[in-house]
Structure formats: C-alpha cells, structure tokens
C-alpha cells in the first residue's frame, strides 16, 4: 500500500489497525461523499483506490426496530437470502463484500419526518474480492470496532 490511509473514516475517528485491513493495495486514495456523523437521517461516503471503488460506508437511523439482518434484506438481491450470515451477537450481518451493523440509537433525526430513531445502522461494502470468507472475517472485525464509534461520533444515545 503506497498510500497514506485516513486518520478517520468518513468522518469517524478510528484507528488504522481498524481499518487497514479493509484496504487494498494501490497508490492514489481518493474518498467522495461527506461524513457520516453530520446529523443526517441517511449519510453516504466512500474511497477510491487507483480510480475504483475500494470501501464504501453508509449509515441510517430508522425508526423501526430492526435487525441487521433486516437491513441487509433490504440491499440483498431477490433469491441471495440463504447467502446472508448473523454473527453469534445478531449485530453484524453479512453478504458477501456487505456488512451491516446495527445498535440502540434514540434522538432525531429518522427515516421518518418527526419520529425519534430507534435503531442506528452502518453499511459497508469493499470492492471486488477473490474470498468472500476472508472479507466476512475482516468486515465482522471492522464492524465490531467501527460501529460504536460510528454511533458516538453521530450523537446516538440508547
């Protein structure tokens, strides 16, 4: 990796060691979109190695009560349900390059104009991968760091 990886990702202050493994090797690191905790009820975020999309981030409060795995239905193509994962704690579901955490958030904004939010979730994609099992495990460790952080950094109180 010939370039310098972020001091915080999308926003969310985090350590390298949590992030690097996510990252490919390339030598230009470009990142479009803004951060994520900016007081949005939807913020969207992504970086660019060598010209392609190698991590993407995005995070939602909604006002229903849901799973990760509720959330990660809701991009999983029809017919690719028996290909989603929950790891042993129901936070982190994965698909693929796809990862979605979900924790407690009460407070504004939501999905939904004058409803509080109860549930705060990331989504995060990496690019084209040769293992989907490798990148499962490297996304349940980042989710694992990277959502509480996410989660303070946006002001979720549960």
Same mark, same amino acid.
């Given at each position: ?6 001091n ?8 390298r060691? !949590? +992030?690097?493994?996510?990252? &490919?090797? #390339?030598?230009?690191l470009?990142?479009?979109?803004? *951060?994520?905790? @900016? ?6 975020c992504?970086y660019?190695v ?16 849901l799973?990760?795995?509720? !959330? +990660?239905?809701?991009?999983? &193509?029809? #017919? ?7 790891v *042993?704690?129901? @936070?982190?579901?994965l ?8 924790t407690a958030?009460s ?13 705060y979730?990331?989504? !995060? ?12 495990t ?11 952080a ?9």
């Amino acid at each position: 990796m010939e370039y310098d990886l972020p001091n915080s990702l999308c926003g969310v202050p985090v350590d390298r060691s !949590v +992030i690097e493994p996510i990252f &490919p090797p #390339g030598k230009e690191l470009t990142q479009e979109g803004g *951060a994520l905790p @900016d007081g949005q009820d939807r913020s969207y975020c992504s970086y660019l190695v060598d010209g392609n999309t190698a991590v993407s981030l995005s995070d939602q409060r909604y006002q229903e009560k849901l799973t990760a795995r509720d !959330v +990660i239905m809701k991009t999983t &193509p029809q #017919g690719h349900a028996e290909e989603v994962s929950v790891v *042993a704690s129901g @936070d982190i579901a994965l698909y693929r390059g796809h990862a979605v955490g979900v924790t407690a958030c009460s407070g504004f904004p939501s999905e939904v104009d004058g409803e509080e939010s109860r549930v705060y979730a990331v989504m !995060v994609g990496i690019g084209d991968s040769e293992n989907w099992q490798e990148a499962q495990t490297k996304l349940t460790q980042f989710m694992e760091e990277f959502l509480p952080a996410a989660a303070q950094a946006d002001r979720c109180s549960d």
